[in-house]
Nanobody
Framework: QVQLVESGGGLVQAGGSLRLSCEAS????????MGWFRQAPGKEREFVAG????????SYATSVKGRFTISRDNAKNTVYLQMNSLKPEDTAVYYC????????????????WGQGTQVTVSS
């Protein structure tokens, strides 16, 4: 019943911006940490950004810090990823992720994944 649906991906020139959205259904949004991962062809899926249950605390991969911003609206069951100053190396399929809180603050165990949305940045 749980479903995470991403949207907002597309083709953009280097230096441009995109805003990804992830709408969750079948779960209580405020009870899950929400985050974004990405995977380029032939590479491992990597963590991009994460948000606490309320969204008050956020974390980012070093490669995107200062350029990307994660936010969430629990009333709308939606998490966003604002991506600015995009670079060709940001090209990947971006996945929304939901993880129940655990004893350790880690993204090693994700409970639910979205289907992914393609982001392509041209130079």
């Amino acid at each position: 019943q749980v479903q995470l649906v991403e949207s907002g991906g597309g083709l953009v020139q280097a230096g441009g911006s995109l805003r990804l959205s992830c709408e969750a259904s079948g779960l209580t949004s405020s009870r899950y940490r929400m985050g974004w991962f990405r995977q380029a062809p032939g590479k491992e899926r990597e963590f991009v950004a994460g948000a606490s249950l309320s969204g008050s605390s956020t974390s980012y991969a070093t490669s995107v810090k200062g350029r990307f911003t994660i936010s969430r609206d629990n009333a709308k069951n939606t998490v966003y990823l604002q991506m600015n100053s995009l670079k060709p190396e940001d090209t990947a399929v971006y996945y929304c992720a939901a993880a129940a809180p655990r004893s350790l603050s880690t993204w090693s165990n994700v409970d639910y994944w979205g289907q992914g949305t393609q982001v392509t940045v041209s130079s």
